[in-house]
């Protein structure tokens, strides 16, 4: 709680002078994590380090939930908005052809906290290392995450990011508009959508039914080509691996057995495949 | 002993919902457990019966703050801080995703979200949750107090034990100022069955090609009585409302016959519909993966598969 007030002067503008010339400074985060299309026989587990071993030829690839929040981004400045988009990750050893997809995608910074052993640090020690890139480099309008790494699936990054940073959190938008100095936002609830207003700045984790992420053009993929990503060490933000410990313990990593069995349809054609498969269902009375 | 704060939610009748009922069975599992179960506004009737100790009341949450949860985040806080839990548990809902994961990060406390497993010894708790889209399972021990956790849909059969549990309200005594804020709630329609309900649920993925075949599927869906999915590659291509995903980031279903077209079998979504009671998979790669998940299936073009098919259900359901 005491950081609050310390980090909204951090990353809060002054609004009150309306001043419409002013560039609103976003900053999305985004995660290297192995490619979720991996076919499932090639996914294996080091069960004496718990640890995915990369499967051979299929490169990692930046959270595709994370695309959607670049794409919610760029499409505030296809609204014509005077944008700056920053990408942040945390990790290690990070792949550029894979990490320079949003630079493509046509956001304009790429910003690394790249040091040993941040790879294997946990989420809450990943907010932690977050805010203070975010003090450093900001101050930000907008903080964009995605709904969740495809990774570990926890999905809270973003949302404990806004607790940690004392900031406004709307989670689940699925469309934002710049207003003045507010947003107007659709958070996706099960059987529709709310309509909801929040104040810049505010923390915001972005669905996939924002649509899909832009594939880069020529165009894109030469100038990102050319940027360079910005980085920092852990010393850089002041902090060491000692500050990181983790809340959780990882005690066991491992690919369920799965023991179903099968039983395929076959008839003479696939016509009559599809009238025996429901003459079975009815005799196993499914149907 | 081991005290539990259980967060509970209310169904669309304003009573105990299955989710809460869930995860009283994974709290009664927990070795000494003592629950206490907190539910936003008055008590409901159900709440009177509910297999735990003591039920406590915190403020309703407002129209304005439903979906941000600013207000009941600080109440809980509050109400944690003045009991210190061993555990607080939510369901993996709308609600408990954002609540529970601000919650953690309010009081810095260790937070596992979607667990399908919980166990204590030794004021150690001892999650098991589905991690890289459900490929695999993660064990992990969480030795802080409090643990907070999220229970995944149908992770847990609902209690069916009866209680008679003192009610208490709680007064947190804070009054948020509400920053981000619900003006509208727009609410989708839908024809026939909740997704959710469904006994039969038929379901579309990338190898429908468009969104054409959908037409296929809802007339199927329609002569079993029940209601239309489909994969996330599906609704992202914008062949059908994302209000019909199925899988991790869409809805969680368990139907009696779950029927998948067209569709691969991604862990991401076998995770919404693997509680189903069969799985029927038709698609024309034998290798999908769908086919280890599933219980009947057909390798076929399902443009030649689903009429014959669709034809013969009719017949035997006329």
């Known amino acids: ?287 | 002993m081991t005290s539990i704060l259980l967060v509970a939610e209310r169904d669309e009748q304003g009573e105990i919902s299955q989710s809460t009922l869930q995860a009283v069975t994974a709290a009664s599992g927990l070795d000494g457990a003592s629950i206490t179960a907190v539910v936003a506004g008055d008590a409901p009737v159900s709440a009177s019966s509910l297999a735990v100790e003591k039920v406590v009341t915190i403020s309703p949450i407002g129209s304005s703050d439903a979906g941000i949860y600013e207000q009941v985040t600080a109440d809980l806080a509050a109400l944690v801080s003045s009991t210190n839990p061993d555990v607080v548990m939510f369901s993996k809902s709308d609600f408990g995703s954002v609540v529970g994961a601000r919650l953690a990060f309010r009081i810095d406390a260790a937070f596992a979200s979607d667990c399908i497993e919980i166990e204590n010894s030794d004021g150690v708790v001892s999650v098991t949750r589905p991690v890289y889209g459900g490929s695999a399972l993660a064990e992990f021990e969480i030795a802080s107090s409090p643990a907070i956790v999220t229970l995944r849909a149908g992770a847990f059969e609902p209690s069916t034990d009866a209680g008679s549990p003192a009610t208490e309200s709680f007064e947190s005594g804070t009054s948020v100022e509400q920053r981000a804020s619900v003006s509208e709630t727009v609410a989708e329609s839908r024809e026939g069955v909740r997704l959710e309900d469904a006994d039969f649920v038929v379901s579309g993925g990338r190898g429908l090609g468009g969104p054409e075949p959908f037409s296929v599927l809802t007339d199927l869906a329609n002569v079993l009585g029940g209601a239309v999915g489909a994969s996330r590659a599906a609704c992202d291509a914008g062949w059908i409302d994302h209000s019909h995903q199925v899988g991790l980031t869409g809805k969680s279903v368990s139907p009696d016959v779950y029927i998948a077209v067209g569709i691969s079998g991604a862990s991401q979504h076998m995770a919404g519909c693997s509680s189903s009671r069969a799985i029927v998979a038709i698609n024309k790669d034998g290798d999908s993966n769908i086919f280890k998940e599933a219980r009947f299936g057909v390798i076929g073009d399902w443009e030649k598969v689903l009429p014959s098919f669709l034809a013969t259900v009719r017949d035997l359901r006329a």
């Open chain 1, 1 to 287: 709680m005491v950081t609050s007030d310390f980090f909204y002067a951090a990353i809060g503008r002054d609004y009150i002078t309306g001043n419409s010339e002013l560039t609103v400074r976003i900053v999305v985060l985004a995660k290297q994590v192995p490619d979720p299309e991996t076919p499932p026989s090639q996914f294996k587990i080091d069960e004496s380090t718990n640890t995915v071993v990369p499967p051979n030829g299929v490169p990692p690839v930046v959270n595709g939930f994370d695309l959607n929040a670049v794409e919610g981004a760029l499409q505030l400045r296809d609204a014509g908005a005077d944008v700056e988009i920053t990408v942040l990750s945390v990790g290690s050893d990070f792949v550029m052809d894979a990490m320079k997809k949003p630079l493509a995608m046509g956001a304009d910074r790429l910003v690394l906290v790249d040091d040993e052993g941040l790879d294997k640090i946990d989420s809450a020690a990943t907010v932690k290392v977050l805010a203070a890139a975010i003090e450093k480099d900001g101050p930000f309008d907008l903080i964009l995450g995605g709904r969740q790494a495809s990774d570990w699936d926890q999905g809270h990054v973003t949302l404990g990011l806004s607790e940690v940073m004392g900031l406004p959190l709307v989670s689940l938008v699925q469309k934002l508009e710049l207003d003045g100095d507010s947003v107007s936002l659709q958070r996706v609830i099960p059987d529709g959508y709310q309509i909801v207003s929040a104040p810049v700045p505010s923390v915001l984790t972005i669905t996939n039914e924002l649509g899909e992420p832009r594939y880069p053009n020529l165009r894109g993929i030469m100038q990102a080509s050319r940027k360079k990503p910005e980085i920092f060490s852990l010393e850089d933000l002041g902090l060491s691996l000692d500050d990181l410990a983790p809340k959780l313990e990882l005690k066991r990593l491992y690919v369920p057995e799965s023991n179903r069995q099968i039983e395929l349809i076959e008839g003479d054609d696939e016509a009559d495949s599809g009238k025996k498969l429901a003459l079975r269902l009815r005799e196993e009375k499914l149907i």
